[in-house]
């Protein structure tokens, strides 16, 4: 996408942000928006071009380190719930609870019986947040393994960016049929009660702006000061049922 044309594209969805966020804290509403991605699939990104207009005191961004040995002994979702949003609140978390879908089954951090455990019980959980009034919106960013290559490569060569190495990223590529094995997983056993948007990610500009217009035109806030463009089936689908179509991921 052209630059001129993303800033002039970015510049009205952000806009609309600052409406929908009005209207979030009028209401008292309670949003909260997943993120979930290979490593250097944008999710930095998509979060910050989210975020940067917003309210600070209403907005929150979310990105748990390691959990400590507490957090391992505790309730597997606790290290998340105090991060939940409150009244009038919107928390963006920069991966979630899903790490167990993914990170953690794919390197071995966790049992095969807390992976399945997990997948079993996060509809619950999830239902629960729901039923209690909570707005969730959960996102996939799905990339090629050529994109990964590249943007991984580019961490390593940009000196503004060596923040974001972590040892997992030296095995990313390696392990890319098991991430793919475990997402697909994720994706199919996980979308109830409430489905996966999944975003074709591989062009950050159109990644970035299908997020922020998606959220738009989920949550009616009475009308935005700018028009909001159709949903694009080509870049985002909704993974809310086990047999939605595979061949709109990256293989």
């Given at each position: 996408?052209?630059?001129?044309?993303?800033?002039?594209?970015?510049l009205?969805?952000?806009?609309?942000?600052?409406?929908?966020?009005?209207?979030?804290?009028?209401?008292?509403?309670r949003l909260l928006?997943?993120?979930e991605?290979?490593d250097?699939?944008?999710k930095?990104?998509?979060?910050?071009r989210?975020?940067?207009?917003?309210s600070?005191?209403?907005?929150r961004?979310v990105?748990?380190?390691?959990?400590?040995?507490?957090?391992?002994?505790?309730?597997y979702?606790q290290?998340?719930t105090?991060?939940?949003?409150?009244?009038?609140?919107?928390?963006?978390?920069?991966?979630?609870?899903?790490?167990?879908?993914?990170?953690?089954?794919?390197?071995?951090?966790?049992?095969?019986?807390?992976?399945?455990?997990?997948?079993?019980d996060?509809g619950?959980?999830?239902?629960?947040?729901?039923?209690?009034?909570?707005?969730?919106?959960?996102?996939?960013?799905?990339?090629?393994?050529?994109?990964?290559?590249?943007?991984l490569?580019?961490?390593?060569q940009?000196?503004?960016?060596?923040?974001?190495?972590?040892?997992?990223?030296?095995?990313a590529?390696?392990?890319?049929?098991?991430?793919?094995?475990?997402?697909?997983?994720m994706?199919?056993?996980?979308?109830?009660?409430?489905p996966?948007?999944v975003?074709?990610?591989?062009?950050k500009?159109?990644?970035?702006?299908?997020?922020?217009?998606?959220?738009l035109?989920?949550?009616?806030?009475g009308?935005?000061?700018?028009?909001?463009?159709?949903?694009?089936?080509?870049?985002l689908?909704?993974w809310?049922?086990?047999?939605a179509?595979?061949?709109f991921?990256?293989?």
């Amino acid at each position: 996408m052209d630059k001129t044309l993303y800033r002039a594209q970015l510049l009205d969805a952000q806009i609309n942000l600052v409406d929908l966020q009005r209207h979030i804290i009028a209401r008292d509403l309670r949003l909260l928006i997943l993120f979930e991605g290979r490593d250097s699939s944008g999710k930095d990104g998509v979060i910050k071009r989210i975020s940067e207009h917003q309210s600070p005191r209403e907005t929150r961004v979310v990105a748990l380190g390691k959990p400590s040995e507490r957090d391992r002994s505790s309730w597997y979702f606790q290290r998340w719930t105090s991060y939940l949003p409150a009244q009038g609140e919107t928390a963006l978390f920069n991966r979630s609870w899903y790490n167990r879908a993914g990170v953690e089954k794919v390197m071995g951090f966790c049992s095969d019986a807390q992976y399945e455990s997990f997948l079993a019980d996060v509809g619950a959980f999830e239902k629960i947040l729901i039923d209690d009034g909570l707005i969730l919106l959960k996102y996939y960013l799905d990339i090629s393994k050529d994109e990964q290559i590249s943007r991984l490569e580019d961490r390593r060569q940009n000196p503004l960016k060596t923040w974001k190495i972590s040892p997992i990223d030296a095995v990313a590529v390696a392990k890319w049929d098991d991430y793919s094995k475990a997402r697909n997983r994720m994706l199919t056993d996980t979308c109830q009660p409430l489905p996966w948007r999944v975003v074709k990610a591989d062009n950050k500009r159109v990644a970035r702006l299908t997020v922020i217009n998606d959220i738009l035109r989920t949550i009616d806030c009475g009308g935005y000061s700018r028009p909001v463009p159709v949903h694009d089936i080509d870049q985002l689908q909704y993974w809310g049922k086990p047999d939605a179509s595979g061949t709109f991921l990256a293989p």
